[in-house]
């Protein structure tokens, strides 16, 4: 690809989390029987008229809030006309040239470029169609419109992104604000998060922007850069074998790892878009945008900032912990509960973000029981062996650290006189050991402790043992 | 209050005017139904209310004249039917009308014309002439109807019945069938201005289900002034042109004679933008129609022509024998004014103009005006056949009615004399939400009008 820059911009579409669809009452609620979710309104029957859900427009309007945006006192629900059968209507209710919200930024972390503040067009709402089932039937396609009037926002970035892993990124990030401000769950799979990509390719160095084509069907979150990696080296092996890109949309095909394009049949060309006459323009007051705007938690980046200030955490450490608000807010608890923030950072990164992970996301050990682990082993009290058995155990079977701890006889032992026996045992088993450590070679310590925990089974207290190592080896003759 | 078997009777009487669209056999069993569910304690108790056959009802089907709803029932009521119903009142069958609410004369019914009750040869007006014809009959007392651009006054006026279309956002459009949406409203005939007002009353008010309905309590009822003394009456001379029928002109002379020896004041006024009403309208009208349409494709319900494999072939062949011409002809327009590259030279425009137009009645009504009054339609009911090659002349027959819709306003019609038999109709256009004043004038009028003589 050298001497190629590529352009890429996303259009996302999101599902917002609300109990009810855009426009009427039915459930939003994933995996029903087919068409069981649906009334007159969603189903589009003769004389069926829609009436916004203002608990979506609220959740639009904190996500337009939360990128920055403008948000618009006065937008336009405007008609989307084409025809297909999973559209029950024979239009789709979105926005056009009056949209909800305009004019905001993503800020991204691009391993190319560093900060990446990519500018987010237009924010809007819109209603979702139905879903065609075309492997169900043979010879047939079925249509279920559970899924019809649900409601989404449509976030459309500049054309800012220079290349698929930056798309990656972008997307990325822009899921990670959507699920901390809780307007979405962002799952790819269940269909809550779509993205399509507009993609052309340019010399480096050069500020025109070429044609472009539009990627669809990138159906899962892995797919994103692969796709658009593919259609990067099409074009570009296009142009250099003296071809043309044509604006077209391009298919992605996973399994194949293609993009094909699509059937100029399959496309509509002219939407004749117009307002709709049955949705009064939606009017915002500035009480109604203040008061998402005091809905919206802190955000992932001044969360950041703050757990660097407050807890003297690294960069690093703080966008890892602030990377979802589960993890967050566990942290913020761990340390309140209390524990010293930077041994909590520790163990979350490593023993309860492991668990996690194999987990469905759970945080299994509940913060107060790693604050008390955390003091168990400042205390002396467990080894931090001994510490990730008893934070397993809990994670497993819940129950109080100490306990669990005495039950498995991972106390430490802190009595000089067992640690003695064993301290005896080992060096006696040791002799020429001994014998270089005397010689000047102290860095055998380090051995010595590892073989009286050993011979411990872990319950020794490894600071007592050095100390008692020392002075027997000191001593000995 | 009337007992089912004689409401049916009276209607199987007039079954040659093709007005009723619902089976006599059907309709006897559900007003059995109705009349013994029927809630004694409301306001219109036992009363029989024909609907037009675009208004959703459980009872019945809802085809609006048209074959692409062949048989299909709707599986609620339209909240004006939910208001009738909580009222006390019947539902009566349902109306012939054209299809989808296009056209002035009810020839355009997938169903056959319907016949004007008092010359067969001609047209009861429309599109809802099955409505107003079985109310000039006398088969029923009262009737839905709709309008998008004088769908129940222009009928009211060639039956000589007397029609109200609301204020726009008075009735909820919820269950209406949509044509225009931003122009549809339901409406209203009766026999007499009480018997209409009282069922506009009944289905007006506020509806959660729909976004363009005011929050407002249902209108209520003016009692029959003592006078006129107070009104101010404009007559509109873009309304009066030197082309007017000369009997339609010496009935409203005859009627303004009347309001003025009542009390009223009366005084000429101008709606500069009148000239361009009906090209507005059949811009915005047709754009609307063109989406609203798109639903009916075969997919889901109503029938499927040809039902072929391929998809575009479904919707073609379904759209193209479901639909009648005048329907077809309007998708087209409205699509062709919604596209890209024409969407700003017309809908745009239209919208412009039609905003100028609303702007010319603000004027009038901020000088003092209460109340508009103008003929309904040039003529009396034409003859059927007479405009069905000539669309632009059969569109025409709206051009008194057509700007209450354009302006969102409430208007009007009740009869005021007639040429040779035939009706002749009058209008009166209120201001916004103010239907009581409007009913007012119209209560004084119809009390001294003689409606049935020659002018």
């Known amino acids: 690809m050298a001497g190629w820059e590529t352009v890429i911009g996303l259009e996302t579409h999101v599902q917002l989390r609300t109990r009810s669809k855009m426009f009427c009452g039915c459930s939003t609620a994933f995996g029903a029987a087919p068409n069981t979710h649906v009334c007159p309104v969603c189903l589009g029957l003769p004389g069926a008229l829609p009436v916004p ?99 989404l926002i449509e976030i459309v970035s500049g054309p800012d992104l220079r290349s698929p892993a930056e798309a990656r990124a972008y997307l990325q990030m822009l899921k990670q604000l959507l699920e901390y401000i809780g307007i979405s769950d962002c799952d790819m799979e269940k269909g809550s998060l779509r993205v399509d990509a507009n993609l052309s390719i340019r010399r480096a160095g050069e500020t025109v922007l070429n044609t472009r084509t ?50 100029s049949k399959e496309e509509s060309h002219d939407y004749r878009y117009f307002p709709d006459p049955d949705l009064p323009p939606l009017i915002l007051t500035p009480e109604f945008v203040a008061e998402q705007q005091s809905e919206l938690p802190e955000l992932p980046g001044a969360k950041r900032d703050r757990f660097v200030a407050t807890y003297a955490l690294s960069r690093e450490h703080a966008a890892v912990l602030t990377a979802s608000r589960a993890v967050a807010d566990y942290f913020e608890n761990v340390v309140r509960a209390p524990a010293e923030p930077q041994a909590a950072a520790n163990w979350i990164m490593t023993e309860a973000l492991a668990d996690a992970k194999d987990h469905q996301e759970q945080l299994r050990v509940p913060a107060g029981a790693l604050a008390q682990i955390i003091a168990l082993v400042k205390g002396g009290t467990l080894s931090n062996q001994a510490a990730k058995k008893v934070f397993a155990e809990v994670a497993a079977k819940g129950g109080d650290p100490r306990t669990i701890a005495e039950s498995l006889g991972l106390v430490q032992v802190a009595d000089t006189n067992v640690l003695a026996g064993w301290v005896t045992d080992v060096l006696g088993a040791h002799a020429p050991e001994v014998g270089r450590y005397k010689n000047g070679e102290t860095k055998l310590m380090a051995f010595f402790v590892g073989q009286v925990m050993r011979a411990s089974k872990g319950k020794a207290d490894p600071k007592l043992a050095q100390r008692v190592l020392e002075e027997k080896l000191a001593s000995a003759p | 209050m009337s007992d089912a078997k004689a409401v049916a009777d009276r209607l199987s009487k007039v079954k040659r005017l093709n007005a009723l669209l619902t089976p006599l056999k059907d309709l006897r069993k559900s ?304 699509t062709y004014v919604l596209s890209s590259g024409y969407y700003d030279a017309y809908y745009k425009r239209a919208q412009q103009m039609r905003a100028l137009i609303a702007q010319d009645f603000r004027n009038v009504f901020d000088r003092g005006v209460d109340l508009l009054f103008t003929p309904t339609t040039p003529t009396p009911a034409f003859k059927a056949g007479e405009k069905l090659g000539d669309p632009i002349s059969m569109y025409l027959s709206d051009i008194f009615t057509v700007t209450a819709n354009l302006a969102g306003l409430p208007a009007m019609s009740i009869p005021i004399g007639r040429m040779k038999g035939l009706p002749i109709g009058g209008q009166f256009i209120g201001q916004a939400f103010l239907e009581d004043e409007m009913l007012e004038a119209a209560y004084a009028l119809e009390r001294v009008v003689p409606a049935t003589d020659e002018g």
């Not at chain 1, 092996?237 to 043309?244: H, I, K, M, P, R």
């Not at chain 2, 109807?145 to 009928?155: D, I, L, N």
């Open chain 2, 31 to 334: 007003l059995a139904a109705q009349t013994a569910a029927a809630r004694p304690t409301g306001v219109l108790y036992g009363m029989p209310v024909a609907v037009k056959d675009n208004i959703c009802t459980v009872e019945f089907t809802t085809s609006c004249g048209s074959r692409i709803l062949e048989g299909y029932r709707s599986p609620y009521d339209a909240t004006a039917i939910t208001k009738l119903k909580a009222a006390g009142a019947v539902i009566a069958g349902k109306t012939n009308c054209d299809e989808f609410a296009m056209g002035s004369s009810t020839e355009h019914s997938a169903y056959g014309r319907v016949l004007h009750p008092l010359d067969k040869a001609r047209v009861p007006g429309g599109s809802s002439g099955g409505s107003a014809a079985l109310v000039a009959a006398g088969a029923v007392p009262a009737a839905l109807g709709s309008e998008t651009g004088g769908s129940v006054r222009q009928p009211a006026s060639f039956c000589g019945v007397v029609g109200i279309k609301p204020t726009y956002g008075r009735v909820s459009r919820y269950g209406l069938v949509a044509f225009g949406s931003s122009l549809d409203q339901i409406g209203v005939f009766g026999r007499s201005v009480h018997d209409a007002a009282r069922v506009l009353s009944v289905i007006s008010g506020r509806d959660s289900r729909d976004a363009t309905c005011e929050d407002r309590d249902p209108l209520r009822l003016p009692t029959v002034p003592e006078s006129l003394q107070g009104f101010v009456i404009g007559l509109p001379r873009e309304y009066f042109p030197a082309e007017l029928d000369p009997a339609v002109r010496r009935a409203c002379e005859r009627a303004v004679r009347l309001m003025k020896e009542q009390g009223a004041s009366v005084r000429e006024v101008s709606l500069p933008h009148t000239p361009y009403a009906v090209p507005t309208y059949y811009v915005i009208a047709p754009a609307e129609a063109s989406s609203n349409l798109a639903r009916y494709d075969g997919v889901r319900y109503g029938p499927r022509f040809n039902g072929s494999a391929d998809l575009r072939a479904l919707y073609r062949s379904t759209r193209g024998q479901g639909f009648g011409p005048e329907v077809r002809r309007r998708v087209l327009v409205g």
């Open chain 1, 53 to 151: 859900n203002g608990a979506a427009i609220g959740l639009a309007v904190r996500g337009a809030l939360a990128l920055g945006c403008t948000v618009h006192p006065r937008s336009i629900f405007a008609r989307k006309n084409y025809f297909y059968p999973d559209l029950p209507k024979g239009y789709q209710i979105s926005q056009f040239d009056q949209p909800l919200a305009t004019n905001g930024t993503l800020s991204f972390l691009s391993s190319e470029r560093g900060i990446v503040n990519a500018t987010i067009v237009r924010l809007h709402i819109e209603e979702d169609a139905g879903k065609s089932i075309h492997d169900r039937f043979a010879k047939a396609t079925a249509v279920d419109l559970n899924r019809s009037g649900v409601p």
């Open chain 1, 214 to 263: 539009e990627v669809k069907n990138i159906n899962a979150f892995s797919f994103v850069e692969k796709a658009l990696s593919v259609e990067r080296d099409r074009q570009v092996a296009l142009v250099e074998s003296g071809g043309t890109v044509i604006q077209q949309t391009m298919l992605y095909d996973s399994k194949e790892s293609t993009v094909r394009p699509q059937r």
